[in-house]
């Protein structure tokens, strides 16, 4: 029999974390973190971790475990989920994987490329020849180095572009070769897909609730603290919505009742494209959705059996 993992995604706000507590009481099993934000230690509210008395019903994996200081990639959230999945088949629990970061949920269906990381030096000569001739140049010279790149990227796509350049200059072989060879290492599991599709009207409301709750909670006090850590701004943690915004109220730039609606439209955007990133990458999913929470567990419990 095929060992059993379940995957649950859906945008920010749609109810997943209270869904897989409910899901793991019924099905025996273990809650693994697959949003790129709830990984990090300093963000317990305007990420929307899972709460104490959440993690004391059920066991919880991979929420809080990274400082916002470290660099922590999709290839590494990977390289820990596995460890994780084989925890629990080996305590006979049922992984399920939960969260909002599309990427992470597509290096478990579809695996993520062997390419080895190309050095500062390539990238950093790159960069500077695709200032140097433009986009459209650029992909001329790229389409004469690596031929199979034709009909594969749109001239318009630099970072993309950018990509397929080093990686050919580096590995001598073309990205396109190293994607078709890329495979999932979850081919002998019984993997089941399921994504809230919540109604866009719901899904604002949720999303309005939960900010005023963050505030509630004082998300601003962990913005402050935060701040004291002064991290490079490349680092992802800055993106966190919420940080950018507290930061101006906090500075005078905007009002209380500013930052909050700066917020609430930040996170629309964010839900808006996860739920695009879904009807692209998620399309063999089950999208399921109720508003009677018992009616969506059993179609989740229907979905996952």
Known sequence: MLKKIILLAGPTASGKSLLAIHLAKKINGEIIN???????????????RPSISDFQKIKH?????????????????????????????????????VGGT????????????????????????????????????????LLVLDPKAKDKILPTDSQ???RAYEVKIKTKKSLFDWIVETKSDFLDFNVKKIYINIPREELLLKISKRTESMFKK?????????????????????????VQEINQYMKG?????????????????????????????????????????????????????
């Open 102 to 141: 599309g990427l992470y949920f597509n290096t478990i269906t579809k695996g993520i490329s062997k390419i080895p990381d190309i050095d500062l030096k390539t990238r950093n000569k790159v960069r500077a020849l695709f200032k140097k001739l433009g986009p459209k140049n650029f992909f001329e010279k």
């Open 218 to 242: 004082n998300c601003i006090d962990e913005v402050k603290k935060f701040n004291s850590l002064k991290l490079k701004k490349s680092l992802s943690a800055n993106k966190l919505i919420g």
């Open 253 to 305: 730039t905007i009002t209380l009742e500013q930052c909050i609606e700066l917020i609430n439209i930040k996170t629309r955007q964010y839900a808006k494209r996860q739920n695009t990133w879904a009807r692209g990458h998620m399309r063999n999913w089950n999208k399921i959705y109720s508003k009677n929470f018992s009616i969506l567990l059993k179609k989740t419990l229907k979905v996952t059996s």
């Open 61 to 97: 994996h991979l929420y809080g475990i990274i400082s916002a200081k470290k660099y922590f990639s999709a290839g590494n959230w990977l390289q820990e989920v596995k460890k994780k999945i084989n925890l629990c088949l080996k305590k006979k629990k049922i992984p399920i994987i």
């Open 34 to 48: 697959a949003d790129s934000m709830q990984i990090y230690k300093e963000f317990k509210i305007l990420s929307s």
């Open 160 to 162: 993309r572009l950018q």
